[in-house]
């Protein structure tokens, strides 16, 4: 059993309301206090829509990776990549005690391959746990970079897309054909080349 938690949640969104103005063709300059809150409030929707089509972290964010146990394969998958680092690999001992284990030591981090990777040295093993739900808990740093700027051009052009098909269709509704309103076409077409399959 494996659980993913957010502890540090990105710092900014990938697009700002500014970019979103723009991209509607609104009056930058004009007073739109409420509308930015809504504007702002659609891009949030729009940024973890992506990010859960994609199975990504886009802006970093910090995450704790739980398992019951260290894997039999020597390795531990972390998912919602890019992986930019490990920060800390603990795990419950049989004495119920919280033992922090030592990169380049005890583990190595592998931040290249998508998914990133913990695995062990060569001639290395895992040690024992507590027979216990989470005893092993990888801290780890996911996403593309600290700024939109960092990310690919196509998943800003995406969110970009979505926050002005449901600015403009505010009902949950299309009101012409009676259909569920549903994420345009044009965002999954930007973001299905960069989707990760490894996890679901």
């Known amino acids: 059993m494996a659980n993913l938690v957010i502890v540090t949640p990105p710092a900014v969104e990938p697009v700002t309301v500014s970019e ?6 609104l009056e930058p300059e004009l007073d739109f206090a409420a509308e930015d809150i809504y504007l702002g409030e ?28 260290f894997p039999s394969t020597g390795a531990i998958a972390l998912p919602r990549p890019p992986l930019q680092l ?9 004495d119920g005690v919280i033992r922090t284990l030592i990169e380049n ?29 989470n005893a092993v808990i990888v801290r780890f740093l996911a996403g593309y970079g600290d700024a939109g700027t960092d990310l690919l051009e196509a998943h800003k052009l995406a969110i970009r897309h979505m926050v002005a098909e449901w600015y403009e269709h505010r009902e949950p509704v299309d009101v012409v054909r009676g259909t569920p309103m549903k994420v345009s076409r044009t965002a999954d077409m930007l973001l299905w080349p960069t989707r990760f399959y490894e996890f679901q």
Do not use: C, M, Q
Request: hydrophobic share 40%; charged share 30%; proline share 4%.
């Open 105 to 133: 030591t005890d583990y190595v981090v592998d931040a290249i391959s998508e998914p990133g990777w913990v695995v062990l040295p060569e001639s290395g093993s895992w040690p024992e746990v507590k027979e216990t739900v």
């Open 86 to 94: 490990v920060n800390t690999v603990k795990y419950v001992d049989t």
């Open 42 to 69: 659609l891009i949030t929707a729009a940024r973890e829509y992506a990010e859960g089509f994609l199975r990504r972290a886009l802006i970093t964010r910090t995450y704790d990776f739980y398992l019951d146990d």
């Open 20 to 25: 979103a103005k723009k991209h509607l063709r």
